[in-house]
């Protein structure tokens, strides 16, 4: 018997991966009052527990953390058990202080969750998974481009009438360079359509790191992938997506075609900046913000010390930062440095560079584009970065 369900752990396995694999995908946060991580959250708890039990069954000889695991999370952990004692002025409860602590533990059961699965299946089996999971991502995208360009007044986010009205207003006018915006804000999945964009970025770069059977399969799929970070309308997106994907073709080609593609990306590059110049206003809401919040950053030597070394905590730390009272500071850098300080944006980089250390090169392929988009928007808590990491080094 013990045998038995020591043979069945592999299966539990890859029930487990699939399970968190797909909550991955179901971040329609418009069934959730806009809490887009309400389904990952919870899977990712249960797991945790799930596998934590079996951890000390007699049967079970798997460990779902090594040696040096142990030494990392118990720094990381008791660094920010540490700043709890600094934020306690901006929690009113009990219930503030754990959900900064499961703030932090769902990034890291996220990582060291799927990695624990994928080591004990096959490479073949991690890698259906993964191709699974890109379909999945496909016709989520496909859903939610749909639901925002049919109905872009549907702004399932937003407790503005008004608001609402200057949607509506806006989006009567038809897609342009000067309206895009008000297709931006109805978004099934997130709060702007922006963190779609990041969210199948990562999608981009698995499927481009995957094998396929056919040739023609992989430029088809890499081809619906970009069109679909392209109907996000986030540029930030639009032109990592690019570079990952040249990065590819270079990567493929012979150095004489290199030559060629560097002469054609220079070329192109040049003719969409002029393009860009004579037929896009960077004045719309959506770029000015992102100027005013690097702006915002310059506060950082005006605030206290244990603010600047420690950040003011989950609840209200992404809002220092920002470029208007009351608005979240969506660039990666102001919301860290609002949340956790020098030191714990510092620890936060430290935990990457981790992750780097155990899953290898690969991981820089989800790394850098959120880096780079990041400056524009993105969530430096989003568990898909940290799923892909987790069993990028199996593809």
Wanted: hydrophobic fraction near 55%; proline fraction near 2%; aromatic fraction near 20%.
């Amino acid at each position: 018997m013990i045998k038995t369900l020591d043979d069945l752990v592999p299966s539990f396995k890859l029930i487990s991966l699939s399970l968190i694999s797909l909550s991955v995908l179901l971040r329609f946060d418009f069934l959730f009052a806009g809490a887009n991580r309400y389904i990952p959250f919870r899977v990712i708890i249960l797991l945790t527990v799930v596998w934590m039990i079996l951890g000390v069954l007699p049967f079970f000889k798997s460990k779902l953390l090594q040696k040096e695991d142990w030494y990392f999370l118990i720094s990381f952990l008791s660094f920010f058990l540490l700043a709890h004692f600094f934020w306690l002025d901006q929690m009113n409860d009990v219930s503030a202080f754990f959900r900064n602590q499961f703030h932090f533990l769902y990034i890291l059961s996220g990582f060291f969750l799927t990695r624990f699965f994928c080591a004990g299946l096959s490479d073949t089996q991690v890698k259906r998974v993964v191709k699974m999971t890109i379909i999945g991502a496909i016709v989520v995208g496909f859903l939610e481009s749909f639901f925002r360009f049919t109905m872009p007044t549907l702004d399932l986010n937003s407790e503005s009438t008004e608001y609402l009205l200057e949607i509506y207003e806006g989006a009567q006018t038809g897609l342009s360079f000067e309206s895009f915006y008000f297709f931006k804000m109805s978004s099934i999945m997130f709060f702007d359509s922006n963190y779609v964009g990041t969210f199948l970025l990562v999608f981009l770069a698995l499927h481009l790191l995957s094998s396929y059977s056919s040739r023609w399969i992989k430029v088809g799929m890499t081809s619906i992938l970009f069109l679909l970070i392209c109907l996000t309308l986030s540029r930030a997106a639009m032109l990592v997506g690019v570079a990952l994907i040249s990065f590819f073709i270079w990567k493929d080609w012979a150095l004489k075609s290199k030559w060629l593609l560097v002469l054609l990306s220079l070329f192109l590059s040049v003719s969409l900046l002029l393009f860009v110049q004579d037929n896009v206003s960077f004045s719309d809401g959506s770029f000015i913000t992102k100027l005013q919040i690097l702006e915002g950053l310059s506060n950082y030597f005006d605030q206290d010390l244990s603010v600047a070394l420690m950040g003011m905590g989950y609840e209200v730390g992404g809002y220092l930062y920002s470029y208007m009272s009351g608005g979240y500071a969506h660039i990666h850098l102001a919301i860290l440095l609002g949340e956790l300080g020098l030191l714990g944006t510092l620890v936060y980089f430290g935990y990457w560079y981790f992750i780097r250390v155990k899953q290898g090169v690969k991981v820089l392929y989800i790394f850098i584009p959120f880096l780079i988009v990041g400056f524009s928007l993105a969530d430096p808590w989003e568990i898909s970065y940290f799923w892909a990491c987790g069993l990028i080094n199996r593809i």
